[in-house]
């Protein structure tokens, strides 16, 4: 697995990076969110030793990572690399020839991806031909063409229509049921919601919260939705804090058990559970506390 521990990276008098920590495990796809100057580009540098750490440590299955010694990597970077005057399907197999793969296994790599991103069709294009969507999947092939056993995606979906990203988003889940930890960046939360099995949210570079989606949920839920048919108000009958929404009534302060009680003394209950927060709503909540 991935584990990052404790980085601290000043530049001047800019504090980039003040105690990150953050995991990824094999087949987890995780999320890392923040907005515009949070940290993840100095973080994911730092993983990828293009840049010194002043403090802190990233290890690969509790050994210093070292990509392409220690472990294969692919890596997005935040500034995207291709040669724009080869062609699509050369430019992919020449990557997997710089990772080291002979020229036939490298080939049939590109081949496969292309399959697999839907470039086939252009592999004997020119990348300064294709649309900014189209090379960013072929940015994506030659960050996986190597068969990496972890990938750290700098923001991989940025400036993606509708169909490349659940392109883009299919190949890195495949690669994560494949076994690999996917550690992608974002500041699109609806995506990170799709995607991901795991979060960590980054302001002011400080991790604020992360954990499984699941977990962030069910630690951030303290709502209840309670629909009665009655023609009753309940604002008042129900205890705790109540407020109306809609027909339903939300319910904050108050043992369950007896919002229940006295919800199904007003009437026929048709829906009472803890209201699920988005991830959306878990960042503002994180980034305002
Ligand atoms: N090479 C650099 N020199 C000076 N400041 C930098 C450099 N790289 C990043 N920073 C600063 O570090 C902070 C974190 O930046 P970055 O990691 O790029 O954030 P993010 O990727 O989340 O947008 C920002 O305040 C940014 O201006
Ligand atoms: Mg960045």
New binding site residues.
């Given amino acids: 697995m991935l584990e990052i521990q404790d980085l601290k990276k000043r530049?001047?008098d800019?504090v980039?990076l003040d105690g990150v920590s953050l995991s990824a495990e094999p087949g987890e796809v995780v999320g890392f969110v923040?907005?515009?100057?949070?940290?993840?580009?100095?973080?994911m540098r730092i993983a990828m030793g293009v840049l010194a750490t002043d403090e802190g440590r990233a290890l690969w299955n509790g050994s210093p990572l070292l990509p392409g010694k220690t472990v294969r990597v692919g890596y997005m970077p935040?500034e995207r690399g291709l040669y724009p005057k080869m062609k699509v399907g050369e430019q992919i197999a020449y990557f997997g020839e710089l990772h080291g793969m002979s020229r036939a296994e490298a080939k049939r790599s590109s081949a496969d991806l292309l399959e697999q991103l839907d470039l086939t069709d252009r592999a004997d294009d020119h990348v300064q031909d294709l649309s900014l969507g189209n090379q960013q999947r072929v940015q994506l092939a030659v960050s996986l063409v190597h068969d990496p056993e972890l990938l750290i995606l700098d923001e991989p979906f940025s400036g993606l229509d509708p169909l490349a990203v659940d392109v883009m988003g299919t190949a890195l889940k495949q690669r994560a049921v494949d076994g690999a930890p996917v550690l992608f960046?974002s500041h699109q939360l609806d995506l990170i919601e799709r995607l991901c099995d795991s979060v960590a949210i980054?302001a002011s570079?400080r991790i604020i919260a992360s954990g499984t989606v699941t977990e962030l949920k069910k630690r951030e839920t303290r709502q209840l939705r309670v629909s009665v048919e009655t023609a009753e108000d309940l604002t008042a009958a129900l205890p705790g804090t109540v407020v109306r929404d809609g027909d339903d009534y939300l319910v904050e302060d108050a043992d369950d058990q007896a919002v229940l009680q006295a919800a199904m003394g007003a009437g026929r209950v048709t829906h009472f559970a803890y209201d699920q927060p988005t991830i959306a709503e878990i960042f503002r909540e994180a980034v305002a506390r």
Avoid at 34 to 43: D, P, R, S, V
């Fill in positions: 530049f001047g800019t980039a923040g907005a515009n100057g949070a940290g993840k580009t100095t973080t935040e960046s980054i570079g």
